[in-house]
């Protein structure tokens, strides 16, 4: 998908420059849509370039935690340490459990969007771990 068609479905839009970028392959962009403080909610609109993909990570929690992806435009994967990837396209959710390692981005040839939920809990934090190889995306 190119960028002009990507656009016209992104409906949260692209927003600015991702300050995490540093953990990324590619460029990344990041929209704010709710940020509650006081019951530790947050909801992003994360924007990957073609190729783009976030590195190895993992959101830790002691109870509850954890993060919900909503895709909403273009085409992306997620994989979970250990399991085969999964396939991202608009109405796909993916639930994932604090404490579990993976990644998430776009695929080779499209822009992909996704609106993160980082779920509330106990003892909340992310970890970045190494990036995703290019021997392990292109194998995809």
Not at 9 to 14: E, L, M, S, T, Y
Not at 24 to 46: E, M, Q, R, T, W
């Amino acid at each position: 998908m190119n960028k002009e068609e990507f656009d016209k479905i992104n409906v949260f839009g692209q927003g600015e420059d991702n300050p995490a970028g540093q953990y990324f392959i590619g460029k990344s962009y990041l929209n704010p849509l709710a940020k509650l403080d006081d019951i530790n909610f947050s909801l992003f609109n994360v924007t990957f370039e073609p190729s783009c993909r976030n590195n190895w990570h993992i959101h830790h929690a002691t109870k509850g935690g954890g993060q919900v992806l909503i895709c909403i435009a273009g085409e992306g994967w997620y994989q979970e340490e250990g399991k085969a990837a999964v396939s991202l396209t608009p109405g796909k959710v993916i639930t994932i459990p604090a404490n579990v390692k993976h990644w998430h981005g776009a695929k080779k040839d499209s822009w992909f969007s996704h609106i993160a939920v980082e779920v509330p809990g106990e003892n909340t934090s992310n970890e970045w771990c190494e990036p995703v190889t290019d021997e392990e995306y292109n194998k995809l």
